[in-house]
């Protein structure tokens, strides 16, 4: 049995947010094009077929978790770059002229939230109602869905190449801007000038000014989230933490043990210490609503939009219904159930290190032995560093 990825109430708010940007955005270019009120309507019409299909695609991608950096891709991060690509569509279609408005940029920078086929499809949406706002003839249209494409396809060197590629890719965007755009209008007026020539050197500077003040701000933003969503959530003032707290002070205690300890382990064998940390913590959140807790536990942190692989390992609690499926669900794992069974004697029978360890060679070796860690990828080595760890830490303080 697998967990259920339920759609939360701060995904829902930020849905409504995409639609709004869509709804604003579309009225705004179709202001600025001076659309009849018919056409508008139409318009609308276009919008909301495709910002649905958008967001089911949206909704599958997550929950096939094929999104990149798919745990720290958020909704509001989807957003915020649907705004701006709205922003930078708006203000090249009002200032740039026909076959120079630098469209290669879209998919580059909707590759920061975006897979590929969802990328490419919102850019080549983008092109298509801006040109019906502005009335593009067949060779600027094609000219601008030309750009999409090249993007598309350099969108990978600019995400996960090294700084070298960088630069090449933005060359590449300079020059692959620039003769699209003066070729297309060569086709289209069969005659070239200087001016000409001038207006494609200018895009594809433009272009690359827009890629290099954007996307590596937004990359930032959303690597920067990979420690920042779990620093959320290991505050001990965040709100399930104090709902832990309210619950059982005891309960509370055990969790930080657990967090605490699971960071350590997870450092030793370079694991994810934040993922080990954050699921240390909450890996016994069912508890706040009760049985059954592990289903309890998944839709708490389904509604506080929890990374998928912290989710996973509360899914796989105890081994009672899926046994751990990665090394830092072996590690929570592990300390849970030496925590749990130190926890069980009083604090006199654990005064004796030689008693504490005893307890805690014997409790993970049984583990070990029952085969919970066998699909978890922890080597004998790694598995062997956890449990020198543990027998040599002072698990009561």
């Known amino acids: 049995m697998k967990w259920t990825n339920r759609f939360s109430t701060t995904r829902l708010w930020y849905a409504i947010g995409m639609a709004f940007v869509f709804i604003i955005a579309n009225t705004l270019m179709c202001s600025f094009a001076s659309v009849l009120m018919d056409k508008y309507i139409c318009l609308v019409a276009i919008n909301i077929c495709f910002f649905c299909l958008q967001f089911l695609l949206i909704i599958r991608r997550r929950l096939e978790q094929k999104l990149p950096e798919k745990n720290y891709i958020s909704y509001g991060k989807m957003t915020f770059v649907i705004l701006v690509e709205w922003i930078l569509v708006i203000a090249m279609s009002l200032w740039a002229p026909d076959f120079f408005a630098p469209f290669i940029v879209l998919p580059i920078i909707s590759s920061s939230v975006f897979e590929d086929s969802l990328s490419n499809a919102f850019s080549l949406y983008l092109v298509v109602l801006t040109s019906l706002c502005w009335d593009y003839n067949s060779y600027t249209i094609l000219c601008y869905i030309t750009l999409i494409l090249f993007g598309g396809v350099l969108s990978a060197f600019l995400r996960k190449g090294e700084t070298l590629q960088k630069l090449y890719a933005?060359?590449?965007?300079?020059?692959?801007?620039?003769?699209?755009?003066?070729?297309?209008?060569?086709?289209?007026?069969?005659?070239?000038?200087?001016?000409?020539?001038?207006?494609?050197?200018?895009?594809?500077?433009?272009?690359?000014?827009?890629?290099?003040?954007?996307?590596?701000?937004?990359?930032?933003?959303?690597?920067?989230?990979?420690?920042?969503?779990?620093?959320?959530?290991?505050?001990?003032?965040?709100?399930?933490?104090?709902?832990?707290?309210?619950?059982?002070?005891?309960?509370?205690?055990?969790?930080?043990?657990?967090?605490?300890?699971?960071?350590?382990?997870?450092?030793?064998?370079?694991?994810?210490?934040?993922?080990?940390?954050?699921?240390?913590?909450?890996?016994?959140?069912?508890?706040?609503?009760?049985?059954?807790?592990?289903?309890?536990?998944?839709?708490?942190?389904?509604?506080?939009?929890?990374?998928?692989?912290?989710?996973?390992?509360?899914?796989?609690?105890?081994?009672?219904?899926?046994?751990?499926?990665?090394?830092?669900?072996?590690?929570?794992?592990?300390?849970?159930?030496?925590?749990?069974?130190?926890?069980?004697?009083?604090?006199?029978?654990?005064?004796?290190?030689?008693?504490?360890?005893?307890?805690?060679?014997?409790?993970?070796?049984?583990?070990?032995?029952?085969?919970?860690?066998?699909?978890?990828?922890?080597?004998?080595?790694?598995?062997?560093?956890?449990?020198?760890?543990?027998?040599?830490?002072?698990?009561?303080?």
């Open 170 to 397: 933005l060359i590449m965007v300079f020059a692959i801007t620039t003769l699209v755009s003066i070729v297309f209008y060569y086709f289209n007026y069969l005659e070239l000038s200087f001016s000409v020539l001038f207006y494609g050197l200018l895009d594809g500077v433009v272009a690359c000014l827009i890629i290099a003040a954007i996307f590596p701000v937004i990359s930032r933003f959303v690597d920067r989230e990979q420690v920042l969503i779990y620093d959320t959530f290991l505050d001990p003032d965040y709100t399930l933490c104090n709902e832990i707290r309210k619950l059982s002070y005891i309960e509370y205690q055990h969790a930080m043990r657990l967090s605490r300890l699971s960071r350590k382990c997870a450092a030793a064998i370079n694991a994810n210490e934040n993922l080990a940390a954050c699921a240390g913590l909450y890996y016994r959140l069912g508890k706040i609503e009760g049985e059954p807790m592990i289903d309890n536990a998944i839709k708490i942190a389904n509604n506080h939009c929890f990374p998928a692989e912290v989710i996973q390992i509360l899914a796989e609690y105890g081994g009672i219904v899926i046994l751990p499926s990665s090394k830092e669900s072996a590690i929570v794992h592990m300390v849970d159930s030496v925590v749990t069974k130190v926890e069980l004697f009083d604090s006199d029978s654990m005064s004796s290190s030689w008693n504490q360890n005893m307890v805690i060679y014997q409790t993970i070796n049984e583990l070990s032995q029952k085969g919970f860690y066998d699909n978890s990828g922890l080597t004998m080595n790694q598995f062997l560093k956890i449990r020198e760890i543990l027998a040599n830490e002072d698990i009561l303080a």
